[in-house]
């Protein structure tokens, strides 16, 4: 079945570091690919996605870029800020259109930003 | 457009006791996902509702139980409470179908504490 490795934290990095989060997945269809993050005390937001093989997804400085010959999704900032600090959750979907499969969740990688 | 409501956002329960938990979803949302998060889990999927039929589920115990109604509002029930189940639960909303439908968006969650 289909399955999300990611990196376990807890990462702590100095404030201006790069970050980078492995993922790797398993798939048996064509998935999109999703970063999530959790800050403190709240839900799960979307931070980027990818839809297809090579997509890159960005959003507030974080990119992450499909790689399906290696099967992974890696989360990467130049520059973390101590804002960043959060819990970032890897997942896959299933995109086949004439089923559904449900999101599936890495285990999550707690990053702590010092200044 | 108000995003994803979960009530009450923390509860106490003795064990044995049984407890309801609510989410709105986004409003043309159509389908509402419901995770459980501990420290040592994770994120474990419970079920998800889909125009008030549940299309996926997870592995748990018949303990847990859920509902959609035509609003696209859900329930979750757990029966006879045990210390195990105290967790963050979260709820999610999705479209359920079109480009983005394995989108979610998440409510902030409700914490239960089982006595």
């Known amino acids: 079945g289909n399955s999300v490795t990611q990196m376990e934290g807890p990462v702590t990095l100095s404030e201006e570091a790069f970050l980078t989060i492995n993922c790797t997945y398993t798939a048996t269809g064509y998935p999109s690919l999703f970063w999530y993050v959790q800050y403190p005390g709240e839900g799960l937001q979307l931070l980027l996605k990818?839809?297809?093989?090579?997509d890159k997804g960005s959003n507030k400085g974080f990119e992450a870029t499909y790689r399906k010959e290696t099967t992974s999704f890696h989360l990467e900032k130049g520059s973390v800020q101590v804002s960043d600090s959060a819990v970032y959750f890897c997942?896959?979907?299933?995109?086949?259109?004439?089923?559904?499969?449900?999101?599936?969740f890495g285990p999550g990688t707690s990053l702590s930003v010092i200044p | 457009k108000a995003g994803v409501t979960q009530t009450p956002r923390y509860l106490i329960k003795t064990r044995g006791q049984q407890v309801t938990l609510s989410c709105s979803p986004i409003?043309?949302?159509?389908?509402v996902s419901w995770y459980q998060q501990t420290p040592g889990q994770g994120l474990q999927f419970l079920f998800e509702?889909?125009?008030?039929?549940?299309?996926n589920k997870g592995n748990f115990p018949g303990r847990f139980s859920g509902r959609q109604f035509s609003n696209s509002r859900s329930e979750m029930n757990v029966s006879t409470l045990e210390l195990g189940d105290s967790a963050l639960y979260l709820c999610?909303?999705?479209?359920?179908?079109?480009?983005?439908?394995?989108?979610?968006?998440f409510g902030a969650g409700t914490r239960l504490s089982v006595l």
């Open positions: 509702y889909f125009s008030e039929t549940q299309r």
């Open positions: 409003s043309g949302h159509r389908s």
């Open positions: 990818a839809t297809k093989a090579d």
């Open positions: 997942a896959l979907s299933d995109r086949q259109q004439t089923s559904y499969d449900k999101v599936i």
């Open positions: 999610a909303s999705s479209p359920g179908d079109g480009i983005a439908k394995n989108i979610q968006y």
